[in-house]
């Protein structure tokens, strides 16, 4: 039986974890706060009360924790997954980070003997849930061979993209079509309510043509209704913008609409809307368009 140590068990890994166990995978999971973990176990995975106990002897580990800081501590730290792996482990990171950063982790594991993939994942928390994530991985051919059977595990599109970093790249612009198409659904709803259209049926009508995405698919009814209960919150998705923005510069490359989306994505949370889904970026169309009170 393969051992998995999953670190980092929140809206995302937690589903992830327990898709493992159900799977058969020996699954021993650590979160910072308990809860997680217990939940983890009732769902049929095991207990680590650290990260060393998550990764001494585990075959496999997979992290999926919140930024950049998170994973170099998590992978490089005194007590980390570095430090306690055992010789060969596949290390697998699927949260959005910097792509340096992943670069880092992947050089500085080489050396002892610990194999490292970025993976980064799109398709939020129901596709967690659901097992069917597109991920999007970074690394070597054989590396990311012998990842295939866990990464098919908890998702449906699995795409080796290219060398360590990679899969990084790939997912910031994810994040930069992710936020612009947002901030486009968001401008035609209150469009549409501002000259009284019936919103449901334009929805509709709109999801089957050109304009049709996954945003309005997936979003646009809790877009309506003003539910903004996350999902994937604006504060993650303003780190992300961040990366998307400091790659965009260092290819030389010009992104205005990102550019102003981060800014509106920016302003939300530095006024304390960052717990809320990323939809809320219709919360600020609705306050600049001075509707916010209809
Ligand atoms: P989350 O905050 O719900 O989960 C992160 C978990 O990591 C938390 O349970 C936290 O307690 C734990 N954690 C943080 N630091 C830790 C540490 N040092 N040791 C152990 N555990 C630690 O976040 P999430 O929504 O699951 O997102 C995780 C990553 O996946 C992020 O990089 C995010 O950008 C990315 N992502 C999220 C979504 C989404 O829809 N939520 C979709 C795609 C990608």
Do not use: W
């Not at 670190?7 to 937690?14: A, V």
């Amino acid at each position: 039986m393969t051992t998995v140590g999953f670190i980092g068990l929140g809206i995302m890994g937690g589903p992830m974890a327990a898709n493992l166990a159900s799977a058969g995978y020996d699954v021993i999971g650590y979160n910072r706060s308990r809860p997680a973990i217990d939940k983890l176990v009732e769902q049929g995975g095991r207990a680590a009360d650290s990260i060393g106990a998550a990764v001494r002897d585990a075959d496999i580990v997979v992290s999926m924790l919140p930024d950049s800081p998170d994973v170099a501590e998590v992978a490089l730290g005194e007590d980390g997954v570095l430090a306690n792996a055992k010789d060969n482990l596949l290390y697998i990171d699927c949260s959005t980070i910097r792509p340096d950063t992943s670069r880092t982790v992947a050089e500085q594991a080489s050396p002892r003997g610990v194999r490292v993939l970025d993976a980064p994942v799109s398709g939020g928390e129901q596709g967690a849930i659901d097992g069917a994530l597109s991920i999007m991985v970074g690394g070597a051919d054989a590396d990311f061979a012998a990842a295939e059977p866990v990464l098919n595990t908890v998702g449906k599109t699995v795409v080796h993209v290219g060398p360590a970093g990679a899969g990084q790249t790939v997912k910031a612009a994810n994040q930069l079509i992710v936020a612009g198409t947002l901030e486009l659904v968001a401008e035609a709803i209150v469009f549409l309510e501002a000259h009284g259209v019936d919103t449901e049926a334009a929805v509709k009508v709109l999801s089957g043509g050109l304009a049709g995405n996954a945003i309005l698919d997936r979003k646009g009814t809790a877009m309506l209704a003003r539910q903004f209960n996350p999902g994937f919150r604006l504060e993650l998705h303003h780190k992300d913008l961040g990366i998307v923005q400091a790659a965009a510069r260092d290819a030389g490359v010009t992104i205005p609409l990102g550019s102003a989306v981060s800014q509106l994505v920016a302003a939300l949370v530095a006024r304390g809307d960052g717990a809320l889904d990323h939809s809320g970026l219709l919360k600020l169309v609705e306050e600049l368009s001075g509707r916010a009170d209809q």
